[in-house]
């Protein structure tokens, strides 16, 4: 399961010590979770978390007086919820863990060890969201069952349901293709009586490969026989089915009324792309959803690889757009060259391919997918009049029991895909969940070398986000977002390795940059006669020393640019849990004139009591606040508090990721200042917004 900004943890912590509950809340954000924390302060209010909100998990403090443990674990189970608690104590014995199981806590988390507290509520996560997921499932296919038998009732396709030869179920087309007027004719009759003679010997072999879990074939030609004793052509497609709990076969028997290799060209050309002659999208799903199946069934290993041309745009403005379907094409025919005729090799994209082999452990598909890469490096494509030599970016993941899911398999793929060709492509990343830490490695290795390669050289870049004012004068103001230039020429989304940057020491170089790549921004546009004020983001290691502070005081100086100009922002939550070396900073900044300001504000447990201690200049409100927000009255409301409480206090107030007209219209009816989104301008190398 992937965890991150897309799906929030809704946490409820029970503990007496507010900076003890944010504690455990920044430790599961350091980790990349969006946490949304609530804390009761009495039973009344726990009551009324529990009934007004979707909560995901509960870590109570063993000794809390506020509410104590036993009441909590009372009023969780008299919710009715599946809710997972988790006790937190200061240490452990024996004792305290049977005295945990009895109470029905699913665990017991140690308030000294963070890291552990992190893996277990990770793990309880996980597994409360695959229950969720099973329950959803169950239903789902409790209404699916209830829609198909109405369906296939209703159906023209002549439909039958078989159990070990046997007629369970047949609809209506079915019973009048054979003469029957009633299903009571033909309940338990044999599938070989509906069969000519002549082909009842190859039949029975067909149904004990089908009783042995063997895959049925796509489709089975025969001639079937009515009541009447007349035979017609046809076929039979056959599904793994479930009838009232049974495992069964489905059979859709179709009477031929053209000639049968008429048919099979037809159904041939359905499946193909028409411009490479590779198997189309849909056709290979279903291969790949055959295949992940088996491998959740049979413990199988097989690998599916995608594989993408390297600067697809950079090629086509060489050829030209006229070429692009011979150049997917040329790609087409390359990838056929070098693959066995038992691969199913399909076009998955626009000029994406996918390639499935069956039956291949880890070392065979590393030596297919090097193969596929090599193929392409070495080789000269032919697209009409041009030829060319195109790289290519691969994918890859081995797929068995631990990633048994299409999603999963398919989004690991995409993954190594976009990786590889943000280093550079002509590179393999092949995903094995046997030897993720392997994998993993190698692919870290790679980012690491990058950055330091684009931190030495200069390959990074800002892009500019105008904020705009929702009351008084505009100003012109805009947020800095950093950006990595590979060598040729595109974007690498910052999300992609700033964390990498982090593990290794490299985020206060990276901090430096911005900061004076952003001073000497702003000197020019001051040449220019602009006043313009940028916002950068910095992370919690510059909190460690004055070098950086140094670093800006010189680069001010040198570039003839006021501190005013400059506004410096931190998370939250990183302020609250380096609150002394934040204030430092912040007191250390004003002496040059620069603003600190927070993000992802209104997101700890409480937002305004951090602002007693910490003088930010500014807030930028969480972008949680912002998901259907036209929709969300809690959130509504909160923005309005936020928005009253720092105008109070003085505090500018910022909305990041505005999208539709109707969150501006709440925006500025709650008073906030400023607004920023792709529905007002997207970032870009330009600051060329009219205020």
Known sequence: MQFGKDLPLRLLVVDDSVEAAEAIVSTLRNAGIAVRPSRPENAAALDQLLAGQPLDIVIAAHGARSVPLAEVMQRVDASGKDLPVLVLHDDIDTQRVLNAASIGARGIVLRPQLDLLR???????????????????????????????????????PIAYIHEGMHIRANAAYLEMFGFDDFEEIEGMSLLDMVAPHHVDEFKQLLKKLSKGEAPPPRYELEARGMDGNAFPATMEFTAATYEGEPCQQVVLRQQEIDPALAREVEELRQRDQVTGLLNRPTFLRALEDTVAHAAEKASHHVLLLVEPDHYAHL??????????????????????VLADTDVVARFGEHQFA?????????????????????????????????????????????????ASVTAVLGKASQGVQSAAGVGGNRVELFDPSAADRAEEERVEAWVKRIRDAIDNDRFIMHFQPLIGLHGAPDEIYEAYLRLLNEHGELVQPMTFLQIAEEHGLLWEIDRWVAGHAISVLGERRKAGHD?????????VSLQDDSLLKHIGEQLARHGVEGRQLVVQLPESKVFTHLRAAQTFQIEAGKLGVRVGLEQFGSGLNSFQLLNHFNAGLVKLDRGFMDDLQNNADNQERIREIASKAREAGRLTIAEFVQDASSMTILFGAGLDYAQGQFLAAPGPEMNYEF
């Open 119 to 157: 893996d277990t509520v990770v793990r309880e996560w996980s597994d409360l969201q695959a229950r969720r997921g099973l329950r959803k499932l169950e239903n789902h296919v409790r209404e699916t069952e209830r829609r198909c038998d109405a369906l296939i009732e209703s159906s023209r396709d």
């Open 316 to 337: 086509l403005q060489e050829i030209g757009l006229d070429a692009a379907d011979e150049l997917v094409a040329a790609c087409g025919r390359r990838l056929s060259e």
């Open 355 to 403: 390639v499935l082999r069956r039956n291949s452990e880890y070392n065979a598909s590393v030596a297919l997918a090097e193969t596929v890469r090599a193929a392409f490096a070495d080789a000269v494509l032919d697209t009409g009049k041009r030829s060319l030599n195109a790289t290519v970016s691969i994918g890859g993941v081995q797929i068995g029991q631990k990633i």
């Open 532 to 540: 313009t004020t940028l916002l950068i983001k910095i992370t919690e």
